[in-house]
């Protein structure tokens, strides 16, 4: 009698003592989807402990959001701040933007570094900082980060470690280390296989080197999240291939960026949602995601078809300046390749207008940068194609470009589909400083706010609620991350708050670096990092592991 007279003591006293922290008055968007109200909410040691009335409770900090909305933090789903959070904790774009938790890992992840992959294999990857999912996680823990994060393994990333920047297909030794490696992420934290598919090395990945790849991460609760083959012609059969792999390596899948990105596939949408929701109905896992823009980005050296690019960037400016291979590479980038489902970004576009060169290396180009492919064709005064050249040549061949190929029709309806949830294809960027150069696209710094603006406020394409859904538990789903992206006690108090009739985008394709408006605080495992629309500082950003991560 006497202990448990002691213990309902100690319970008391620990209930008795100040809350962390009190958001008062605000409307109430769980993330379920479930119709807003109006309560109170209590933070107690990082996590959420009750909402309701607190009127006479203490807290240590009370946050007024009478007018506000307050919701779960947003989750970006498909995020490629993997080397600028390296460089810059804050993830200012990100933050500002309402988002908690950033997901990484494309076709190009942040490990397996070394192997085979050689000097400027994908991205020019740091050599040294880390060599593998742990020892990144470590850098990042210890320099600490202002969002959560969590990322997948890439299937280029594990191709170039084992084979280098070649085509396939791989031997039967190369087959069996790539599943290692796989295996040895997903024990290191990675939360499943991401493919980026539509040019090299991702193009030379065959389907059943992918599905050993994912069938590697399945035991360890993986999943498979994949940019397709191709998003123009072509790209029905690229769902089919995705809707394979995940049935044939038994994961969910998760496609990225769902549209149509061919002007002559324009207004095709409802079927391609038909063939997901099929397989849907048949009990397979599979969901999608998109960004709300009409324009997407990659690079200029997609232009060139895929056996080009052998070797590395290096070899590829050989070819470019091989005077012999010219005829051959003009007409492939014109054209395209007969009975290819290699995706052209320039047939897909339709014209060199529908290009924004992003950024350039070399100073002697840097003009160029916010500029369209029509513009520098003018301004150097020489033919599209030798213009294409002299770029790539000069700029280590790469020039990340926006391309404008999509309807805005066709994202607006997948935008409504219940399995399609929002991400931004972006990365944490800022204002100022080191990170602010070039011309990004703007989804770098306006995604959620200009769904959140736009498409609910303004256009009303879908509710609040559901858009609230779309941005937290509909993506903590996808990568099996339960305890966060729903605000419900017990949850890990990870909470935007914003001014629903004010949150907007500013970011534009001629002006990106400017951060939205309308999101006034961000608070991250419990700890404000946006107060009144201004950075604290803080960085109290955690690692989201995967299911297998060993202990």
């Known amino acids: 009698m006497r202990r448990a007279l002691l213990s309902l003591l100690a319970i008391t006293a620990a209930y008795a003592q100040p809350y962390d922290l009190l958001i008062t008055g605000g409307r109430i968007v ?69 988002v908690t938790s950033m997901i990484f890992g494309e076709g190009g ?53 084992v084979r280098g920047p070649n085509p396939g297909p791989p031997t039967k030794d190369e087959l069996a280390a790539m599943k290692a490696e796989v295996e040895k992420s997903m024990r290191q934290g990675a939360l499943g296989v991401a493919s980026s598919l539509s040019g090299p090395p991702g193009a030379w990945i065959d389907t059943e080197s992918l599905i050993a790849m994912c069938s590697a991460a399945a035991p360890f609760g993986g999943r498979y999240s994949t940019h397709m083959r191709t998003e123009g012609q072509g790209v029905f059969e690229s769902v089919a291939e995705a809707l394979e792999i995940g049935r044939r390596a038994g994961v969910p899948v998760d496609i990225i960026h769902l549209k149509l990105a061919d002007h002559q596939l324009w207004g095709k949408m409802p079927e391609l949602i038909g063939l997901i929701a099929n397989a849907r109905a048949a009990g397979q896992q599979v969901e999608a995601n998109v960004y709300p823009y009409r324009a997407g980005q990659n690079n200029l050296s997609s232009i060139l078809p895929p056996w080009a690019h052998e070797g590395g960037p290096q070899a590829l400016i050989a070819r470019l300046k091989d005077t012999a291979l010219r005829p051959r590479l003009e007409s492939e980038v014109l054209n395209g390749v007969p009975g290819s489902n290699w995706y052209n970004h320039y047939t897909a576009t339709g014209s060199w207008e529908g290009m924004l060169l992003v950024s350039l290396s070399n100073p002697a180009y840097k003009k160029f940068e916010g500029r369209r492919m029509n513009e520098v064709i003018a301004a150097l005064k020489k033919t ?138 961000v608070i991250v495992n419990g700890a404000p990092v946006l ?21």
């Open 30 to 98: 769980d993330g379920t989807g479930n119709p807003a109200y109006y309560a109170d909410l209590a933070v107690r040691d990082q996590h959420i402990v009750g909402i309701g009335t607190f009127a006479g409770q203490t807290a240590k900090r009370t946050i007024n959001a009478k007018g506000l909305t307050v919701t779960p933090g947003f989750v970006d789903i498909h995020n490629h701040s993997d080397y600028t959070i390296a460089q810059d904790g804050d993830a200012q774009s990100m933050i500002r933007q309402g």
């Open 109 to 161: 992840s942040v490990a397996p570094v070394g192997g085979k992959q050689g000097t400027g294999s994908i991205e020019d990857r740091p050599r040294g900082a880390w060599t593998d999912l742990t020892s990144y996680f470590d850098l990042l823990k210890r320099q600490g980060i202002s969002a959560n994060i969590g990322t997948y393994i890439g299937s280029s990333q594990i191709w170039t470690y």
């Open 384 to 521: 599209p194609v030798d213009t294409l050249f002299d770029l790539l040549i000069n700029n280590a061949a790469s020039v990340p470009t926006v391309y404008f190929h999509h309807s805005e029709e066709d994202m607006r309806y997948a935008m409504k589909q219940p399995f399609v949830s929002i991400g931004s294809d972006g990365a944490a960027v800022a204002v100022s400083g080191p990170l602010s150069v070039g011309n990004p696209h703007p989804r770098w710094y306006g995604t959620f706010p200009r769904v959140l603006g736009r498409y609910v406020r303004e256009d009303k394409v879908i509710t609040l609620e559901e858009a609230i859904r779309k941005m937290t538990s509909a993506n903590t789903a996808k990568v099996g991350v339960f305890d966060r992206g729903v605000l419900r006690p017990g949850q890990w108090a990870d909470i935007t708050i914003f001014d629903a009739a004010k949150v907007i985008d500013n970011a534009t394709y001629d002006k990106p670096h400017q951060y939205p408006s309308g999101i006034e605080y």
């Open 531 to 551: 107060e009144a629309g201004k950075h604290t500082g803080a960085r109290p950003g955690a690692i989201l592991y995967g299911r297998g991560q060993v202990q």
